[in-house]
T-cell receptor
Framework: NAGVTQTPKFQVLKTGQSMTLQCAQDMNHEYMSWYRQDPGMGLRLIHYSVGAGITDQGEVPNGYNVSRSTTEDFPLRLLSAAPSQTSVYFC???????????????FGPGTRLLVL | DQQVKQNSPSLSVQEGRISILNCDYTNSMFDYFLWYKKYPAEGPTFLISISSIKDKNEDGRFTVFLNKSAKHLSLHIVPSQPGDSAVYFCAASPNNAGNMLTFGGGTRLMVKP
């Protein structure tokens, strides 16, 4: 299993540009989520999905869109990039809510985004 | 307001000694806690977890302790090894919000040979 994969690894954007960060998992996990990591602030939840066709907002959703058309894929779209969105983005997945042990999330390697 | 706090940004320990990383939380709805380890340019990797019905969980050199009354958890690494040098994040999940995780700011552990 490849686990959770993310592309691209690194991206430079100009203010106002749009782009999609790709995330895929091959573990048949129901739950997928996007986090951003900023220095000293840990990881903050952007959006999450509890299954195909279902998405919801996390702590910092503004400026981002998501969709979940398949179990495997969960892309994150930046509609109009801003310098404040410079960050490292991590995608994660886990099984559904059947028991406490299934809350463990598995992370991809991350996408470093620089917005100029 | 941060609901999960790691008040020590960094910690330096000698190889072979014990490393103790601390984490405090404010939300009494949190019922599941996890520790992740992160190396530079990689994603966080799951280390160990604990449910609120327990006060201790061990996995090899790693032990997590939970003090619910104090809203405090700690990760003990014994003995510490240079390969343990990484950033450690604690995370918490509430009992009414599925698998959503709230992370602390992280503690950078440096284990000196």
């Amino acid at each position: 299993n490849a686990g959770v994969t993310q592309t691209p690894k690194f991206q430079v954007l100009k203010t106002g540009q749009s782009m999609t960060l790709q995330c895929a998992q091959d573990m048949n996990h129901e739950y997928m989520s996007w986090y951003r990591q900023d220095p000293g602030m840990g990881l903050r939840l952007i959006h999450y999905s509890v299954g195909a066709g279902i998405t919801d907002q996390g702590e910092v959703p503004n400026g981002y869109n998501v969709s979940r058309s398949t179990t495997e894929d969960f892309p994150l779209r930046l509609l109009s990039a801003a310098p404040s969105q410079t960050s490292v983005y991590f995608c994660a997945s886990s099984y559904g809510e059947q028991g406490a042990g299934t809350k463990t999330q598995y992370f991809g390697p991350g996408t470093r985004l620089l917005v100029l | 307001d941060q609901q999960v706090k790691q008040n020590s940004p960094s910690l330096s320990v000698q190889e072979g000694r014990i490393s103790i990383l601390n984490c405090d939380y404010t939300n009494s709805m949190f019922d599941y806690f996890l520790w992740y380890k992160k190396y530079p340019a990689e994603g966080p990797t799951f280390l160990i977890s604990i449910s609120s019905i327990k006060d201790k969980n061990e996995d090899g050199r790693f032990t997590v302790f939970l003090n619910k009354s104090a809203k405090h958890l700690s990760l003990h690494i014994v003995p510490s090894q240079p390969g343990d040098s990484a950033v450690y994040f604690c995370a918490a999940s509430p009992n009414n919000a599925g698998n959503m995780l709230t992370f602390g700011g992280g503690t950078r552990l440096m284990v000196k040979p």
